[in-house]
């Protein structure tokens, strides 16, 4: 179990750009989050997948944001024509649907600078 | 819409005390509830997660209670060490969802 791991940690790029996130879940988990945490607040909830379904999406997640979970593996979260705003860590968890307590398992974030 | 609030929002004790957290949330109906420690510029660590069945979980110097019905949840460490200097989040399971609403965190330093 090498625990949730997301790539790149960093990444700076200027406004109106693409993006695109990784983040690999612990193995046998079959639920993915992605998160979005700015600076002094908590974590805000943007989608959710179980297996290869997107099964919630927040009001956060603009038409701009799109994210995939192909074969209910890794998945990628894009931004497209970023704006400043967009400046954040974005987070991901996994869980097991096997599991009753559901607990989430945070990666280490990617951390997105606008310019 | 849920809400979680935590109280306070930083807090400087000596090395050696006890401390609580505090946890307050809008929505009394909720699935779990689950803390966790953030390390600046890291990610989140679960520490203990709680059912909306029980009332307390402890692991090791930690102990997090839950009363549901008024809508809070309180962290307590005993025994305060500078390594456990990091920002303590709240985070709530609604009913019938999967995501997980957080509070804005409490920011605790340890002073040797």
């Known amino acids: 179990d090498t625990g949730v791991s997301q790539d790149p940690r960093h990444k700076i790029t200027k406004r109106g750009q693409n993006v695109t996130f990784r983040c690999d879940p612990i193995s046998e988990h079959n639920r993915l989050y992605w998160y979005r945490q700015t600076l002094g607040q908590g974590p805000e909830f943007l989608t959710y997948f179980q297996n290869e379904a997107q099964l919630e999406k927040s009001r956060l997640l603009s038409d701009r944001f799109s994210a995939e979970r192909p074969k209910g593996s890794f998945s990628t979260l894009e931004i497209q024509r970023t704006e400043q705003g967009d400046s954040a860590m974005y987070l991901c968890?996994?869980?097991?649907?096997?599991?009753?307590?559901?607990?989430?398992?945070f990666g280490p974030g990617t951390r997105l600078t606008v310019l | 819409k849920q809400e979680v609030t935590q109280i306070p929002a930083a807090l400087s004790v000596p090395e050696g005390e006890n401390l609580v957290l505090n946890c307050s949330f809008t929505?009394?109906?909720?699935?779990?509830l689950q803390w966790f420690r953030q390390d600046p510029g890291k990610g989140l660590t679960s520490l203990l997660l709680i059912q909306s069945s029980q009332r307390e979980q402890t692991s090791g110097r930690l102990n997090a209670s839950l009363d549901k019905s008024s809508g809070r949840s309180t962290l307590y460490i005993a025994a305060s060490q500078p390594g456990d200097s990091a920002t303590y989040l709240c985070a709530v399971t609604d009913t019938g969802r999967r995501a997980l609403t957080f509070g804005s965190g409490t920011r605790l330093q340890v002073q040797p």
């Open positions: 929505d009394s109906a909720i699935y779990n």
């Open positions: 968890a996994s869980s097991s649907t096997g599991v009753i307590t559901d607990t989430q398992y």
